[in-house]
């Protein structure tokens, strides 16, 4: 396995390895609950809560936990910070809580929180893991803000409830609906395939510069 | 208690609420296993059976259990489905061969899936009895379960097509998928005229 610095530990999630639009994990709550920023921000501070606590935990009693029972135990954890996250949000902000409904239980399976533990705090010192959770977890925070934040301006013509084109804007209600949350992710992938494509290109244009000069 | 007839219950799951393209649960079996027909509807067959089993399991630990202290729910309905499977996928091993290898190393995968804790939750939360529950989780299971082969089905056809290379992968499952959920939406009007 390649060795990595503190550094890359903590940046690699938010951007290179997304986890949402490069590793396709954690697509559930990324699509069910990002119709408006409101609730995008909620889910992603509670996930990133979720991930930061559990990390913290497993990679501090890595030792004590037995290999063949490990995954069973990280869910339980999980499971334990996930219903803390539930209550809080219940308590702090009942509205949003009530929007989100069943969708916070269902960070428990959230592959992505039990691919970090499994990947990397349960092999990892505390401090490392504790980067990687927080890199992930805003890697996390920017795709739920990116998703909501196309999905509310485009279908009700607002972001965080502030109007933005004035009342003659028609909203594409389809983006609130289900079907907007498969298209939005769709178009970012596109866009991302195409970024891809524009490298890949570039790449052999230089090569095949390169290969006339020298011949 | 809802007094939501068993049939509205049905096909309210299966098809208005489709558990996929409506509630985007499951989307990782969805994504990862719909390039054949075959391999989707075993899966298929598995999440229902494996939505059954939390059905029952759910109502039980509502019923039986959980009065005293509704703040264990997550934590106890996820125990008790993920060993209940465990042990079911050890019975049938015993039992029947031919049906283990059809549903093979799903059972297992299927436990971690979010359409199993999100039928709990949701029976949970509209206060489902027993009967009401079995009809729901076989919704959910069939709305899964067409979801699946019609993604396969679109997917094995557009394989030998001309794709922009920028779409391979899963930007194209999604456009499909969208669009598949646009469809799905003209069952939306279905049981409320009644």
Redesign the interface.
């Known amino acids: 396995m390649r060795t990595t610095t503190p550094k890359e530990d903590f940046t690699r999630g938010i951007w290179r390895e997304n986890p949402v639009f490069l590793q396709?994990l954690g697509?559930?709550p990324a699509?069910?609950v990002t119709n408006t920023v409101e609730n995008a921000i909620a889910m992603g501070l509670a996930t990133f809560f979720v991930l930061f606590c559990s990390s913290l935990l497993v990679s501090s009693c890595k030792s004590f936990i037995p290999h063949e029972v490990r995954i069973?135990t990280y869910?339980?954890i999980i499971?334990?910070f996930?219903?803390l996250a539930?209550?809080v949000l219940e308590a702090v902000v009942p509205e949003v809580h009530k929007e989100l409904?069943?969708f916070i239980?269902?960070i428990?399976?959230?592959?992505m929180i039990?691919g970090r533990q499994e990947a990397f705090a349960s092999k990892k010192p505390v401090g490392r893991s504790l980067l990687d959770a927080t890199g992930t977890g805003i890697g996390f925070l920017i795709a739920m803000l990116m998703m909501g934040g196309f999905r509310e301006v485009l279908g009700m013509g607002t972001f965080l409830g502030f109007e933005l084109f004035g009342p003659s804007y028609e909203p594409w209600v389809?983006m609130i609906?289900?079907?907007?949350?498969?298209?939005t992710?769709?178009?970012i992938?596109?866009g991302?395939?195409?970024y891809?494509?524009r490298k890949i290109a570039k790449a052999k244009e230089m090569s095949d510069v390169e290969g006339r000069v020298t011949s | 208690m809802s007094d939501q007839s068993l049939f509205t219950i049905f096909l309210s799951a299966a098809v208005i609420n489709n558990f996929t393209?409506?509630?985007?649960?499951?989307?990782?079996p969805f994504?990862g296993v719909s390039a054949r027909v075959e391999t989707a509807v075993r899966m298929g067959m598995a999440n229902i059976f494996v939505l059954l089993i939390t059905s029952i399991c759910a109502w039980g630990l509502n019923t039986f259990v959980l009065e005293q202290a509704p703040?264990?729910?997550?934590?106890s309905f996820?125990?008790v489905i993920?060993s209940l499977v465990q042990i079911v996928e050890m019975a049938i091993k015993k039992l029947s061969p031919t049906l283990f290898r059809q549903l093979g190393i799903y059972l297992p995968l299927i436990t971690?899936?979010?359409a199993?804790?999100?039928l709990a939750?949701?029976q949970t939360?509209r206060n489902y009895d027993f009967l009401q529950g079995i009809a729901f989780a076989l919704g959910a299971g069939a709305g899964l379960t067409l979801a699946l082969v019609l993604m396969a089905s679109i997917r094995e056809t557009s394989e030998l097509s001309d794709i922009p290379?920028?779409?391979?992968?899963?930007?194209?499952v999604?456009?499909i998928?969208?669009?598949l959920?646009?469809a799905f939406?003209g069952f939306a009007g279905l049981l409320s005229g009644s």
């Not at chain 1, 428990?108 to 592959?111: D, G």
């Not at chain 1, 609906?177 to 298209?183: D, R």
């Open positions: 396709m697509l559930c699509l069910a069973s869910i339980l499971a334990t996930v219903t539930d209550m409904g069943a239980a269902l428990v399976v959230n592959c039990l389809v609906l289900p079907a907007g949350g498969f298209l992710l769709g178009f992938m596109l991302f395939g195409y891809e494509q | 393209l409506a509630m985007f649960l499951g989307l990782c994504m703040f264990l729910r997550v934590i996820i125990i993920a971690t899936n979010c199993i804790l999100g939750m949701f939360s290379a920028m779409a391979k992968g899963t930007g194209l999604l456009i998928a969208g669009s959920s646009l939406m």
